[in-house]
């Protein structure tokens, strides 16, 4: 088999690449589907001030979207190392999307798990959703549109 797979639009891609790019793409779905299930259950929280959602965002995040960010950071930077494009003439306005949304992400994701796990270990003495709850609730919810936006531009590729 030759090295260079031909896809459909006569753009190539290495033989070597495929596995990192399967697991870029299957650590992304990861990351999405973990901050919708922090998302909702935040939002559940907030709601009714329930100590077990609250728990469950924690959950989410804290075993959930950050190993799922790892693996989909890294095997995105792999791909890109291996198909040539992380040099300095290089400059897709998708790859942008990714890095910003990245980059500024596991900012808000770090914070986040932060505050919501502190938020998980209250007392259940005080009634309602914490400060913490609510502030990771907001910071979840930015970050899951930010990452749609990202799958958006990794699929559709604009210019």
Known sequence: ???????????SRAD???????LHILG??????ALTLCTVSLAGAW??????LTRLGFRALLYG?????????IAGQIVLNKEGLDGDDVDFTWINIGFTVTDMGVLF???????????????????????G????????????VAYLVAVWAMTTKPL
Request: no cysteine.
């Open 1 to 11: 088999m030759s090295p260079l797979l031909t896809l459909a639009d006569g753009a």
């Open 65 to 73: 979207a950050v190993p799922a960010f790892l693996v989909m950071r």
């Open 109 to 131: 994701l770090i914070v986040s798990t932060v505050l919501v796990g502190l938020a998980a270990r209250r007392t259940d003495s005080t009634p309602g959703p914490s400060t």
């Open 133 to 144: 709850t609510r502030i990771s609730a907001g910071l979840v919810s930015l970050l899951l």
């Open 28 to 33: 992304g779905m990861a990351t999405v589907g």
């Open 47 to 52: 709601k009714n001030g329930s100590p077990a």
């Open 16 to 22: 070597s690449a495929d596995f990192w790019l399967f």
